[in-house]
């Protein structure tokens, strides 16, 4: 399997027959496109996860006209919503005895204030908490698969942009305090999937393989949504044109990660593209802070479930 930028998924993709994924965010960007690759190695089925529901079926239809007969299945789900990650949860456990790759790609970036229906941060509540949760749910499935299976957890390269000072400001992440800026929200959502990786990892390998991936810069609707301030409409303007990578580059880090061979993958670890292993630094190797980002989650998660019917 490669691990260099030249990746190629056309053919460093082994085959995926007789497995099952779960992609969240597949309706556009790199969700889209990576279930699109997927599609092309034969997996027995392709969940594909839209909070929008005509939006999830436009995505399968995108695919089913590139690669004919693809079996993918669009899911809703709002990672906003545990009473919708909850529904998405049942209807995936209630269809399939298996779960091999669940791509945890769904994302918002610097967008306005506002809060979920639980009442937590938009952003770490959607790019942190509400995968956490439906990863929780999954749990049985995942364990019930009888090869080892893949959690890939999308990251970004943000936490290179906090220093020491700018850990995750737990007691904020039920508020809209004006004193986190949107971009720094964004930040802390993204350390937390890397930490929560690595302390999954610890608490649930070697059964489970659990990695976080950096993209790098892509050209998604992370940079073309609504801005919730001044600053990320800065980087929307004058940074990302200059930067971004398109998403049929973009994606092969996480395809890696998805589909890499077991003894090639750490469990826990943080990649960069592609299959380049990130030694922690920073805040990554903030293990107090790491600690505190799992206690916190469950401590959240605490008493959700899915009620039996």
Not at 51 to 59: H, I, T, V, W, Y
Not at 205 to 230: W, Y
Not at 256 to 284: F, K, M, R, S
Request: proline share 6%.
């Amino acid at each position: 399997m490669a691990t260099t930028a030249a990746f190629n998924p056309a053919t460093d993709i082994p085959s995926l027959a007789g497995k099952v994924i779960l992609i969240t965010g597949a309706n556009s960007g790199l969700g889209r496109q990576s279930a699109l690759e997927l599609a092309k190695h034969q997996p027995e089925r392709i969940w594909m996860a839209a909070r929008d529901p005509l939006k999830g079926q436009e995505a399968a239809s995108y695919i089913q006209a590139r690669v004919p007969d693809a079996p993918v299945t669009p899911l809703d789900l709002d990672l906003s919503s545990f009473e919708s990650i909850k529904g998405a949860a049942k209807t995936v456990l209630a269809s399939t005895s298996r779960l091999d790759i669940l791509m945890l790609n769904a994302g918002l970036m610097g967008c306005p204030p506002k809060l979920t229906k639980e009442g937590y941060e938009i952003q770490m509540g959607t790019n942190h908490l509400g995968h956490a949760f439906l990863l929780k749910l999954l749990m049985p499935l995942l364990l019930k698969t009888a090869t080892t299976p893949r959690v890939v957890s999308l990251a970004s390269a943000a936490w290179k942009y906090a220093d020491a000072t700018q850990k995750i400001q737990f007691d904020t992440l039920k508020s809209l305090d004006g004193a986190v800026t949107p971009v720094n929200r964004y930040i802390q959502s993204k350390v937390a999937n890397v930490l929560y990786a690595q302390q999954f990892a610890l608490r649930h390998g070697p059964r489970i393989t659990i990695v976080s991936v950096n993209p790098g810069e892509v050209d998604t609707q992370l940079f073309k949504r609504e801005p919730g301030d001044e600053q990320m409409k800065y980087l929307q303007i004058e940074v990302a044109p200059k930067h971004v990578r398109p998403v049929e580059d973009g994606v092969k880090n996480q395809l890696w990660a998805a589909t890499a061979a077991t003894d090639a993958v750490v469990n826990g670890a943080h990649y960069e593209p592609v299959g380049v292993h990130v030694e922690p630094t920073g805040l990554l190797a903030d293990e107090e802070l790491a600690r505190a980002t799992w206690d916190w989650t469950q401590k959240e998660l605490e008493g959700h479930e899915i009620s039996a019917d």
